[in-house]
Each structure stands twice: as structure tokens, then as C-alpha cells.
């Protein structure tokens, strides 16, 4: 729920309710990240909820192309998963907020 320009009030549900914190629509990436046996890259995104994002990948910091945009669950986090990154020795990703027209 947008609260005024670039803030939201972003559900967290616990067991005995709900609270509202005010947040801004960064992206932040809470947890490690890991690459699969067979070669995809995992990382979990933290966001507002129902909010759009965007993925982009590099491999050298400076051209990056966008791979993916995703709407944050209800839960605030989503798992990312590349299974392109197989292909790739090595590989930069980036999260942008996709803000609603």
C-alpha cells in the first residue's frame, strides 16, 4: 500500500497479527548466494510486497541487460533462480524496483 511518494506500508504477518512498517522499495538480498549442482545461481530478494521488480545481469559491470521482472509475493521475499548461469563462469546481478505507472 503506497503511503506517499516512495514509501509503502509493507505487511509482516506474525502469529498474533499483522504490523505495518513504513518502507522505501530497495531491494536488499538477506541470505547468501549459492549455485546449484547443476549450475543456477539462487539468491532470495527482500521487498514490498506486491511490488514489481527487476533482475539484470552483467559479467563485467558495465553493460547490463535485463533478465527477469517479478512481482514480490505477500511474504516479502522471493527466491530468484537463474538456470542460464550455467552457461557462464561467472556472473554480476543487480535488483531494481519497477515503480507503477
Known sequence: ISISTGFFLNPVY????????????AATLP????RTEDGA????????ASQSYRVDVS????????????VM??????????????AVPFRYYRVAFVPSP
Open 14 to 25: 506474525t502469529s498474533t497479527g499483522v504490523a505495518l512498517p513504513a518502507v522505501g522499495p
Open 31 to 34: 541470505g547468501p548466494v549459492w
Open 41 to 48: 545461481v539462487h539468491f532470495e530478494v527482500a521487498g514490498v
Open 59 to 70: 559479467v563485467d559491470l558495465k553493460s547490463w541487460q535485463p533478465q527477469a521482472t517479478f
Open 73 to 86: 509475493p505477500a511474504s516479502t521475499i522471493a527466491e530468484y533462480v537463474d538456470p542460464g548461469a550455467a
